[in-house]
């Protein structure tokens, strides 16, 4: 089974005369897919002229898992396991996605319990924060400060030990399932949730002391690796990283699903206060204001949940799910806002089958990471470091 | 703008053989477009004021199975001036052989999105996009034989002379 036709293989032959081309003019240096910078397995082959570099050429694909096609061989409910694996540091944002998309597809959503759908705000707000700890401990290493690292890791700790003892698990949770949830919430779980706002807001004040408006972390991201609003938006990058760029285009309030229109946050965008709309700092500070927003949302949800939506004894968090998922056939793309974006998964189905005919995952980092050979040429290496690391990408997702 | 708006917009500009179809009975309707035109499609979509579908937020490429005979490509456009949402799908019958993929015009000259997508289109599905700048397989090796994505791809025995359990 080999392709004849070789105008398959121009692209590659093209690709490799550049290579063997630049080595003899240019450096062709390798970075990753063991760089501690890359965060996961990525390869950036970069084409430099000392230390300027002239392009960039980003190799994906170390971590593919298949997921589409595993996808297309297991139940709806099965595949939520595969998707906490996509972005492996925002688990339950992903599942949530993934749920929201079969219930709709089912005529199921507008049954869920209230409870159940504050629950889900709930644990993915927390997980977001922990997502964007881990982006921003990292980005503070990449560019060379060590100690925000150690503090963000020491504040998601408490939220992996909240989630875990809701769920079972620290990081792939399996916990929001089609219709409901794994478990209701563990007894004690809002009060030691509302303690642990409490001790990371003062904490949060102190790595922006550290970190956001340290000197050298200023120089280092400021001006860097600027990208215009409308090169996002033609490149398809979403999340913080087109927030960064100023829109605040935030699917939580765009398409408004699950109970987010009944709660109240803000949308933090880029302004430039340090250098240009769209720079490095900008995504940074974009990440920083959003967990003060996810902090916000979830003392919403734990109002709610302690007041009105309390927890009652018959109250069965899988009342809803239903027995035998089979959605009528169509076609149905559904997204949402993960920690690193605009989350996409297209179903379609035949109406038949308890499987998925055909599933594609669109995954935030797959899209934002495209852009990264756009604004990185003529730039240095050392800046290259500071734009990936300001990206946030998560190669679990990227890969698929 | 609903959706009949902006199908009347594309055949007031393009004339009717532009849309070949179209899906009315899911939550999301879609056109059926005209493969030879897509790439004007999207760019009087992207650039009418009336709609300015800016972002291209996934491209699917489908393998429609054994029985239907056809390949196709499927765009999830938004609009973030007007917060609307569109689907349009191409499609073109095929025998399913490896040596002569199944073509599309690539539209990643108007949305730089696709350029990716499209990749792992041709990557996974075995699409090949015309006119594409850079088509190589993305997310498997580049050495890799066959499509997995098709639905009656076999996957390989050996990799490289390794047994593959």
């Known amino acids: 089974m080999t392709v004849q036709n070789t105008k398959y293989e121009e692209a590659l032959h093209r690709y490799n005369q550049k290579i063997a081309h630049a080595a003899t003019e240019d450096m062709v240096l390798n970075m990753g897919p063991q760089h501690p910078s890359t965060h996961g397995v990525l390869r950036l082959e970069l084409i430099t002229d000392g230390e300027i570099i002239k392009e960039v050429i980003p190799h994906a694909g170390y971590l593919h898992r298949c997921f589409e096609k595993h996808a297309e061989s297991l139940t709806y409910q099965q595949t939520i396991p595969f998707t906490d694996r996509m972005d492996y540091l925002s688990s339950m944002n992903n599942s949530h996605v993934w749920v929201m998309g079969v219930e709709r597809m089912m005529g199921i959503d507008k049954e869920i319990p209230k409870r159940v759908e504050y629950i889900r705000v709930l644990v993915c707000e927390l997980n977001r924060i922990a997502s964007h700890l881990i982006s921003i401990g990292t980005y503070g290493i990449d560019i060379g400060a060590f100690t925000p690292f150690l503090w963000c890791f020491r504040d998601r700790e408490h939220i992996m030990g909240m989630l875990e003892w809701a769920s079972g698990s620290r990081m792939l949770y399996n916990y929001i399932w089609i219709g409901g949830l794994f478990y209701d919430l563990p007894v004690g779980f809002e009060e030691r949730c509302r303690e642990f706002v409490e001790y990371f807001k003062p904490k949060m004040t102190e790595l922006n002391e550290l970190l956001t408006s340290n000197q050298i972390f200023i120089s280092r991201t400021a001006n860097v690796g600027v990208l215009p609003l409308d090169v996002a938006i033609n490149y398809g990058c979403s999340g913080p990283m087109l927030r960064g760029s100023g829109i605040k285009w935030d699917l939580r309030r765009i398409d408004g699903y699950s109970v987010y229109p009944e709660l109240d946050f803000d949308i933090p965008c880029g302004t430039g206060a340090v250098g240009t709309v769209g720079d490095c700092w900008d995504r940074h500070k974009v990440r920083v204001d959003e967990i003060g927003e996810s902090l916000k949302i979830i003392e919403q949800c734990l109002d709610r949940l302690q007041k009105e939506l309390k927890r009652t004894p018959d109250f069965d968090p899988r009342a809803k799910m239903p027995r035998k998922l089979t959605p009528k056939a169509q076609d149905y793309y559904m997204r949402g806002e993960g920690s690193k974006g605009e989350l996409g998964f297209y179903f379609i189905t035949d109406g038949k089958s308890e499987v998925p005919f055909r599933c594609k995952a669109r995954g935030p980092s797959f899209n934002n990471l495209s852009v990264v050979s756009e604004i990185s040429k003529g730039i240095m290496i050392a800046d290259l470091i500071a734009i990936i690391g300001s990206i946030d990408f998560v190669l679990g997702e990227l890969d698929r | ?165």
């Open chain 2, 1 to 165: 703008m609903t959706f009949t708006d902006i199908k009347q917009l594309l055949i007031n500009k393009f004339g009717e053989e532009v849309i070949v179809g179209e899906e009315l009975n899911g939550l999301q309707p879609a056109l059926h477009i005209l493969p030879e035109r897509i790439v004007d499609v999207c760019r009087e979509l992207r650039d009418n004021p009336q709609t300015y579908f800016d972002f291209l937020n996934c491209l699917s490429g489908v393998d429609y199975g054994l029985d239907a005979g056809r390949f196709g490509v499927v765009y999830h456009f938004t609009s973030m001036p007007y917060r609307l949402q569109l689907t349009l799908k191409v499609s073109v019958a095929h025998d399913r052989s490896t040596e002569e993929l199944p073509e599309f015009p690539s539209v990643s000259s108007v949305y730089r999105t696709a350029d990716w997508h499209e990749r792992e289109a041709y990557d996974l599905v075995g699409i090949f996009f015309t006119g594409h700048p850079d088509l190589r397989r993305i997310l498997l090796p580049d050495d890799w034989e066959g499509y997995p994505l098709r639905k009656d791809y076999k996957a390989a025995e050996y990799y490289k002379g390794i047994k593959v359990d």
